[in-house]
């Protein structure tokens, strides 16, 4: 069970994204007894969804650029840092440039705390490394920028949290599942599930044997909110599901659930293989990888159709 009446001020970074919804969700879940006294909502432009109401008292909302210098006038004690620029492509130059702003005003502002709070950062499974699933093809990574501009984000934060001294978990993120992920584009999940319903066709573009796996948003939510409040902090967490899934059996499985026709390269580019290795986190965390993919994929699937049809 979660319990986070030990956090006296959470601070939330990226509080618009995939991730960021799913830890507020996985919060209003909990009792009274075990929620954070404040809760500090961080945005560029203000919050894009209702809070649950059972939070209203304990939320403050903030509207910031992080990557101007940080100014917030409550004594954190913790920090679960999401944030990133999700207005253009994740891989550009410039999205890498604004994610190191961000983690440098990070650690500035911590630096200017009487008291350090803890924190939690999420970077990337692309951290762990390029794993093609043909070993012959060397060709290069084309993320390879976004995963060592996450490296050095990692890098710095450690070293300052060395220098400083206050205390650091990272989180390396892989791919996931749940609603709140159809709100989202270029993920192969939802954009496979946005196009079975909306054209009853699925099209895969890329190799059909890439391997991922999916990790229910409430799972990925509750193994972050673990790791904020852990006893003994940890900078090597993986956070994903074990549980390999090829494109086409996601590709087939949509189309089955959903009726559609769905269609393969004929020349596929080599794939590649993303799972994070994640007994160690849940050895340590003692947490499971709860509902199962298929039954993720209905789910959204289901929610999906109704908003297609303009059933609410």
Same mark, same amino acid.
């Given at each position: 069970?979660?319990?986070l009446?030990?956090?006296?001020?959470?601070l939330?970074t990226?509080t *618009?994204g995939?991730?960021?919804?799913?830890?507020?969700d996985q919060i209003a879940?909990l009792?009274?007894?075990?929620?954070?006294?404040?809760?500090?909502?961080?945005?560029? !432009?203000?919050?894009d969804?209702?809070v649950?109401t059972?939070?209203?008292?304990?939320?403050?909302l903030f509207? !910031?650029?992080?990557? !101007?210098n940080w100014?917030?006038?409550n004594?954190?004690t913790h920090?679960i840092?999401?944030?990133?620029?999700?207005s253009?492509?994740?891989?550009?130059?410039a999205a890498?440039?604004?994610f190191?702003?961000i983690?440098?005003?990070l650690v500035?502002?911590i630096?200017?705390?009487?008291?350090?709070p803890?924190v939690?950062?999420a970077s990337t499974?692309?951290?762990?490394?390029y794993?093609?699933?043909n070993?012959?093809?060397?060709?290069?990574n084309p993320?390879?920028?976004?995963?060592l501009?996450r490296?050095?984000?990692?890098t710095t934060?450690k *070293?300052?949290s060395?220098i400083?001294?206050?205390e650091?978990?990272i989180g390396?993120?892989?791919?996931f599942s749940g609603?709140h992920l159809l709100?989202?584009?270029?993920?192969?999940?939802?954009?496979?599930?946005k196009?079975?319903?909306?054209?009853?066709?699925?099209k895969?573009?890329g190799d059909?044997?890439?391997v991922r796996s999916?990790?229910?948003q409430?799972?990925?939510a509750?193994?972050?909110?673990?790791?904020l409040?852990?006893?003994e902090?940890?900078?090597?967490?993986?956070i994903?599901?074990s549980h390999?899934?090829?494109?086409?059996?996601?590709?087939?499985?949509?189309?089955?659930?959903t009726?559609?026709s769905?269609s393969?390269?004929e020349?596929?580019d080599?794939?590649?293989v993303?799972?994070?290795?994640?007994?160690?986190t849940?050895?340590k965390?003692?947490?499971?990888?709860?509902?199962?993919?298929?039954l993720?994929i209905k789910e959204?699937i289901n929610v999906?159709?109704?908003k297609f049809h303009?059933?609410?």
């Amino acid at each position: 069970m979660i319990d986070l009446s030990g956090v006296g001020s959470l601070l939330i970074t990226g509080t *618009n994204g995939f991730v960021g919804r799913s830890i507020i969700d996985q919060i209003a879940k909990l009792e009274t007894q075990h929620l954070p006294h404040e809760i500090l909502l961080v945005t560029r !432009q203000g919050i894009d969804f209702d809070v649950p109401t059972s939070m209203n008292s304990r939320i403050k909302l903030f509207n !910031q650029d992080l990557t !101007q210098n940080w100014k917030f006038d409550n004594e954190v004690t913790h920090v679960i840092n999401l944030a990133a620029d999700g207005s253009q492509s994740p891989y550009s130059e410039a999205a890498n440039n604004t994610f190191t702003s961000i983690v440098a005003n990070l650690v500035a502002w911590i630096s200017t705390c009487q008291e350090f709070p803890r924190v939690f950062h999420a970077s990337t499974g692309a951290c762990s490394g390029y794993k093609p699933i043909n070993q012959a093809i060397k060709a290069a990574n084309p993320k390879s920028s976004f995963a060592l501009n996450r490296l050095e984000a990692e890098t710095t934060l450690k *070293n300052a949290s060395k220098i400083i001294g206050f205390e650091l978990s990272i989180g390396r993120l892989f791919t996931f599942s749940g609603i709140h992920l159809l709100r989202k584009g270029q993920y192969a999940v939802s954009d496979f599930i946005k196009s079975a319903i909306s054209t009853n066709s699925i099209k895969v573009t890329g190799d059909p044997n890439t391997v991922r796996s999916y990790l229910h948003q409430d799972a990925m939510a509750e193994w972050i909110l673990q790791a904020l409040v852990w006893h003994e902090p940890d900078t090597s967490l993986e956070i994903g599901s074990s549980h390999k899934v090829t494109i086409r059996e996601l590709a087939e499985f949509i189309a089955q659930e959903t009726s559609a026709s769905v269609s393969f390269p004929e020349a596929p580019d080599g794939g590649d293989v993303y799972l994070p290795n994640n007994q160690k986190t849940r050895d340590k965390l003692g947490v499971t990888e709860g509902k199962s993919w298929d039954l993720a994929i209905k789910e959204m699937i289901n929610v999906e159709r109704k908003k297609f049809h303009g059933i609410f």
